[in-house]
Structure formats: structure tokens, C-alpha cells
């Protein structure tokens, strides 16, 4: 097979770590390719979707601000991604770019690789209406979820994700996260609080179910103070690396032909690569 190339568009894209988790899964099933970053200006993203054949790729990773860009670039979509609203993952087929979103798949199979007992009956309570958001309340829903009850400080953005998913989902006041989280079985962060270099997440624990299980977005740094607090209070505790390195399973599968596995060694690697810096 002739070598095949995908990559990561964004804007910026430096930060992104997903060349260093597709380049290990190259090496590792010896396969002929490569996956880089191309950081593509706001505006510019829409033409550079229609000619990603042209520029010798068979498919892309999309992250911010171009996700909501890629669903709309597409001619076929799956149910992921229309339900989410945006796209993370591109393909071509013949002449057709396909958009799909992997984020919640990649969040539920981590939470239960973590935590095997989750229920996933279980009320949850998710901080945050962005794109993160929906993924992970359109995976919780897939997988049988019946009570997600959605806080965000911009509460009109709360409660047109609640609309839009529909029964099940509620949208409630930023400030009484605390107090309507203390029966839920999951709590999860989706805000970008709590990232290096951003504000912390002001969330009291004590109230919540001592089988409450704490997962969290964010993965720089790996242990976010909310994970801390959850692991201080004797709670499990789900980092947002596992999720970041599962949503990427989908994509090299259509990309690359082979189905990759996440392991602990792939692990180690992104957190030594984020714990230098
Ligand atoms: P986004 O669409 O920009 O949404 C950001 C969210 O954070 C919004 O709900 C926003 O609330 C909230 N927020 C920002 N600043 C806040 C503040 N000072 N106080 C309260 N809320 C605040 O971003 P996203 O794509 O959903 O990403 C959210 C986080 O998840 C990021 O840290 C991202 O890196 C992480 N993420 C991780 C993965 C993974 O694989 N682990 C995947 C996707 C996302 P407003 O609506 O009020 O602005």
C-alpha cells in the first residue's frame, strides 16, 4: 500500500498532541505514513477541507476553532456528529468527506476502562455547554443515560444544549452546581477551568455520594485540582488523557486500516510529554 497521510488541523495547533499518539501507533503496526499539523487560519479552514486530497492527506483530526467547520465541509456525517453539532474526525471516501465525532465514545470507554462498575443509569451532573460538552452527554446518552443535568455560567448555552438533546437533559443555574450534584452518580468537568494557565474550577466535594466518580475534561495538568480534591475525598477520580487517547482509536482506524490499542507505554509517553512541558 502506498504510504497514506492524515493530520491535525487547528488553529493554534501546537499544542496538539495527537501527532505524538498517531506517530507511536505508526511505528508500533509498521505502517508506511505520517500524521502532522496544519495550522489553518480562521476563514481559510472551509477550502482547506475541500481540497485535503489535493494536499496528500485521506483524512484529519479537526480542533478548535475549526470543529463546528468540518461537520459543515462535509457531504456524509455520522449520527455522532450530527448530534454533537460538530466534527473531529474527517475522512475520504472516493471523492465524499466524511465527518464524524469520537469525543464521547472516547469518554465513556475510558470512564469504564477506570471504573468498571459505572452505571450508566446514574444521574450526572456535567459543568460546561461547549462542544466537549455535548460529545460526552451525547455518549452518556448512547450508552443508556437517563439524567443529565447541565450547569454553565452562560446559562442561555446551558439550556439550548438541553433543548436540543431533549428529554433527559436539564439545564440549571452555574451557581447551584454544588447543591443539585449531591445525588449524582457522575460528576464531570467540561469547562476549560482548571487548565494551566486558566482559572480553577470552584466545585465543593463534600456534599457529593461517597460512590460519586469525578472525570474531568481537561488533561493539562493530568492531575487537574478537582481530580485531586475527588482522590483526597476518597472518590475515583477518571483524567481527560484517557479520553484524549481513545477519541483517536476511530480515526487512524479509517485512516490507516488497523484498529490501534491504547496502551500504558502510549500512556507514559503523552504524560512525560506533558509533564515536561
Ligand atoms: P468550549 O466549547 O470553548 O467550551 C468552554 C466551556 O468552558 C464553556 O462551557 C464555558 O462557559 C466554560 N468556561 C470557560 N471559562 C469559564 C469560566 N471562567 N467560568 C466558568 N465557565 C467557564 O471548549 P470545549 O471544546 O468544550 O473544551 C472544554 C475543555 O474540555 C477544554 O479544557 C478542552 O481542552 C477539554 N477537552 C478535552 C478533550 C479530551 O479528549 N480530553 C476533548 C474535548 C475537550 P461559557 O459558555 O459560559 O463561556
Not at 146 to 171: K, L, M, Q, Y
Amino acid at each position: 500500500m502506498s504510504p497514506r497521510h492524515a493530520c491535525i488541523v487547528g488553529f493554534p495547533v501546537a499544542h496538539s498532541r495527537s501527532p505524538i499518539i498517531h506517530g507511536y501507533w505508526l511505528k508500533k503496526y509498521a505502517i508506511a505514513g505520517s500524521y502532522t499539523r496544519r495550522a489553518v487560519a480562521p476563514g481559510e479552514e472551509i477550502a482547506f477541507f475541500g481540497r485535503l486530497r489535493a494536499e496528500g492527506f485521506v483524512g484529519c483530526n479537526v480542533t478548535i476553532p475549526h470543529k463546528g467547520a468540518a461537520l459543515a465541509a462535509a457531504h456524509g456525517s455520522t449520527e455522532s456528529a450530527r448530534a454533537v453539532g460538530v466534527a473531529n474526525t474527517l475522512w475520504l471516501e472516493g471523492d465524499r468527506l466524511w465527518a464524524d465525532n469520537t469525543d464521547g465514545a472516547g469518554f465513556l470507554q475510558h470512564l469504564r476502562a477506570t471504573v468498571p462498575t459505572f452505571d450508566p443509569a446514574s444521574a450526572v451532573a456535567i459543568l460546561g455547554a461547549g462542544g466537549g460538552a455535548r460529545g460526552v452527554i451525547h455518549g452518556l446518552l448512547q450508552a443508556g443515560g437517563r439524567e443529565v443535568r447541565i450547569f454553565n455560567r452562560t446559562r442561555d448555552r446551558a439550556d439550548a444544549v438541553a433543548r436540543h438533546f431533549g428529554p433527559g437533559v436539564r439545564a440549571y443555574d452555574w451557581q447551584d452546581r454544588a447543591d443539585r450534584s449531591r445525588d449524582v452518580g457522575l460528576l464531570i468537568n467540561a469547562t476549560s477551568l482548571g487548565m494551566q494557565g486558566a482559572p480553577a474550577l470552584e466545585m465543593p466535594l463534600g456534599a457529593l455520594d461517597d460512590r460519586c466518580i469525578v472525570a474531568d475534561l481537561v488533561y493539562v495538568p493530568l492531575a487537574t485540582p478537582l481530580l485531586a480534591a475527588a482522590r483526597q475525598r476518597g472518590l475515583a477520580a477518571v483524567d481527560g488523557l484517557g479520553m484524549l487517547l481513545h477519541q483517536a482509536v476511530p480515526g487512524f482506524e479509517r485512516w490507516f486500516g488497523v484498529t490501534p490499542e491504547v496502551t500504558q507505554e502510549l500512556r507514559a509517553i503523552i504524560v512525560a510529554d506533558i509533564e515536561g512541558g
